[in-house]
């Protein structure tokens, strides 16, 4: 049976796959340009769970292993927000720099104290059976007054993960792979996943 991770990004299916490799769990993974998917999939769903079984789902329908992640940034200060509007929190199309200006807006006066956030990151998988699994993965920290860095995307310049005196965007990107949240979903998720398969289709 075919593994398809519900995205075109190439960069995070090579990144699955390392880490379910380095778990002896060697696969191919198609993207969905690979199996000549081109519909959208509406992610209507009201929690990063939700949202990555949605588009898992979307795959598993078509005959596949569905795989998914879908992840954001929760600001405790602003009651979970973004969540899983992170990627257009200022609008769409998604604009990192308007996100981050809206953010630290929006925290304005707030101090240091009441800054806490946590990444979080969400990996699905379903099977054309009807089962499927979710796992989470979250890095706690700061969102910072100004932003810090070159490095990273989105948020990170504003991010001080706990135990750094530093932004995710002031990290290398090995560094930043072994504490971020999409690091340790994907280790849940290479735990869980050869028990999954065992059950499911051998
Ligand atoms: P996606 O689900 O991986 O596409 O992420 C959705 C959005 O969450 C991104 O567009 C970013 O705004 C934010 N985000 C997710 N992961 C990270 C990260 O590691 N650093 C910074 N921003 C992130």
Same mark, same amino acid.
């Given at each position: 049976?075919?593994?398809?991770?519900a995205?075109?990004?190439?960069?995070?299916?090579?990144?699955?796959?390392?880490?379910?490799?380095?778990?002896?769990?060697?696969?191919?993974?198609?993207?969905?340009?690979?199996?000549?998917?081109?519909?959208?999939?509406?992610?209507?769903?009201?929690?990063? !769970?939700?949202?990555?079984?949605? &588009?898992?789902? $979307?795959?598993a329908?078509?005959?596949?292993? #569905? +795989?998914?992640? %879908?992840?954001?940034?929760?600001?405790?200060?602003?009651?979970?927000?973004?969540?899983?509007?992170?990627?257009?929190?200022?609008? !769409?199309?998604?604009?990192?720099? &308007?996100?981050? $200006?809206?953010?630290?807006?929006?925290?304005? #006066? +707030?101090?240091? %104290?009441?800054?806490?956030?946590?990444?979080?990151?969400?990996?699905?998988?379903?099977?054309?059976?009807?089962s499927?699994?979710?796992?989470?993965g979250?890095?706690?920290?700061?969102?910072?007054?100004?932003?810090?860095?070159?490095? #990273?995307?989105?948020? %990170?310049?504003?991010?001080?993960?706990?135990?750094?005196?530093?932004?995710?965007?002031?990290?290398?990107?090995?560094?930043?792979?072994?504490?971020?949240?999409?690091?340790?979903?994907?280790?849940?998720?290479?735990?869980?996943?050869?028990?999954?398969?065992?059950?499911?289709?051998?």
């Amino acid at each position: 049976m075919k593994f398809v991770l519900a995205s075109n990004n190439k960069h995070k299916i090579a990144e699955i796959k390392s880490i379910l490799s380095q778990n002896g769990c060697d696969i191919e993974i198609s993207s969905l340009a690979d199996i000549g998917y081109t519909e959208e999939i509406v992610e209507d769903g009201t929690t990063f !769970e939700e949202n990555a079984l949605i &588009k898992a789902r $979307a795959v598993a329908t078509l005959g596949y292993i #569905g +795989i998914a992640d %879908d992840s954001g940034l929760c600001v405790e200060a602003l009651n979970g927000e973004p969540g899983i509007y992170s990627a257009r929190y200022a609008g !769409e199309p998604c604009d990192h720099t &308007k996100n981050n $200006a809206k953010i630290l807006k929006a925290l304005e #006066g +707030i101090p240091m %104290d009441r800054r806490g956030a946590a990444f979080v990151s969400v990996i699905a998988c379903a099977h054309p059976n009807g089962s499927c699994f979710t796992v989470r993965g979250e890095c706690h920290g700061v969102m910072l007054e100004a932003l810090q860095g070159e490095g #990273g995307f989105g948020y %990170d310049p504003l991010f001080q993960p706990d135990g750094y005196a530093c932004t995710f965007a002031e990290l290398t990107f090995d560094e930043k792979n072994k504490i971020s949240h999409r690091a340790k979903a994907l280790t849940a998720f290479a735990e869980s996943f050869p028990a999954f398969l065992k059950k499911h289709t051998f």
